[in-house]
């Protein structure tokens, strides 16, 4: 099937790396681009709409309520910019300006990470002034308490493969702090697959992003407790209009969140197609194809390509000819200095890893 990118002009893309917003992220089902064009051609009133799509996310989340944002980073903004102003529309006016409010956001170094764009910068964004606290890969719960004081506004939590998965506090004790000291703690759990576990912690906001785990369209949502959720959508009168979040990504995010089972392939297929593909890369020379489980424990089985010396080609020279082709052909490439690639089957459009296979095969004949 021909793209609408490709009618453009532009170069055909196959996505095997996974969610990359680079690579605009997910592609939807039916039901969410149905949503989207239905939405794209009439009106309704958008305040109705986002408190409607806060039903449904508090619904999917257990939480009271919920926001959808442009982006899971407008959701970081939003989230910050309501523990400093709550509901009060001049202080809303004011943001990001925060001097002389409560606006300090306390972050573990480990969790400051960069993740296409840097966290703390969406912090600020919302007003924020980020309090790092601790070393890259070791935080004492003494460092998080002795940086609270009444100019904290939130206690910041990461949770993702980004971030130092050691010597950091987990979430329990981030939970006690927030309650022990009445601050609010946001969880930014951008990329993960599990919409409840947060709010069931105890958060008090949590930061989803709307095209990874839950494959909807551009878009991102908030959930938590009920006034927080009234402060964060209060901010579509502040720094959120230039986050603006479209009839169209609100609709096809609530299409998204209403999908009882997910359009996404099963492990069952994911393995099958893998198996076929890592069959065919297996009779070429240099590579050693192998079904690899997500090392996060999600349910993702991906090919593992293994080039080998007589490929005589590295996997990064691999990797820069797949992307430089055309087709583009993106694998997983985090690997590559230790000779692997992987393939993900979940973002592959039909047919793709025929592709895969016929240019991986193109590219070894014609050598280095
Ligand atoms: C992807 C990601 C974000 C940003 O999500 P967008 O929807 O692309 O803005 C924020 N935090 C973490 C941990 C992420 O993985």
């Known amino acids: 099937m021909t793209s609408c990118f490709e009618v453009f002009g532009l170069k055909k893309v196959i996505n095997a790396s996974g969610k990359m917003t680079a690579l605009g992220a997910s ?82 170094k480990g969790q400051l990470v960069h ?23 070791k935080v004492e719960k003494e460092h998080i308490e002795d940086t609270i004081t009444d100019q904290t506004a939130a206690l910041f939590y990461v949770k993702s493969h980004h971030a130092v998965q050691k010597g950091m506090q987990p979430i329990d004790v981030m939970v006690d702090l927030a309650a022990k000291y009445h601050i609010p703690l946001i969880i930014d759990a951008a990329a993960e697959q599990d919409f409840q576990h947060y709010i069931k912690m105890g958060a008090d906001i949590v930061v989803y992003s709307g095209a990874k785990a839950l494959a909807g369209p551009t878009s991102g949502f908030l959930c938590g407790k009920r006034n927080w959720m009234a402060a964060c959508r209060a901010q579509y009168k502040g720094i959120g209009r230039a986050m ?53 424990g999600r349910t993702i089985c991906r090919a593992q390509i293994k080039v080998q010396e007589e490929a005589g080609i590295t996997a990064a020279q691999l990797q820069e000819k797949l992307e430089k082709g055309n087709p583009a052909i993106y694998l997983r490439h985090h690997y590559a200095n230790v000779g692997l690639l992987y393939v993900d089957p979940r973002p592959l459009l039909p047919g793709d890893e025929a592709i895969i296979v016929k240019e991986i095969t193109k590219i070894l004949q014609e050598g280095k």
Do not use: W
């Not at 993740?115 to 890969?137: H, S, T």
């Not at 393995?271 to 020379?285: G, I, Y």
């Open 115 to 137: 993740y296409g764009a840097n966290i703390g910068q969406m912090i600020r964004l919302g007003g924020g002034k980020v309090m790092e606290v601790g070393a890259a890969n």
């Open 27 to 108: 592609s939807v089902s039916e039901e969410v681009a149905f949503a989207l064009k239905e939405a794209a051609q009439g009106y309704v009133e958008m305040d109705e709409l986002i408190k409607f799509a806060g039903t449904i996310i508090a619904s999917r989340t257990g939480a009271e309520d919920g926001c959808p944002t442009a982006s899971a980073s407008a959701g970081i903004a939003i989230a910050t910019a309501a523990t400093i102003t709550g509901t009060n529309l001049s202080l809303i006016e004011r943001m990001p300006q925060s001097a002389g409010l409560k606006n300090e956001v306390i972050i573990q």
């Open 244 to 296: 603006k979040v479209g009839k169209e990504s609100v609709a096809g995010l609530i299409a998204a969140l209403q999908q009882q089972t997910s359009h996404e392939k099963t492990l069952e297929e994911q393995r099958e197609q893998m198996s076929v593909m890592c069959e065919a890369l297996n009779k070429l020379t240099g590579l050693a194809c192998s079904l690899h489980m997500d090392e996060a």
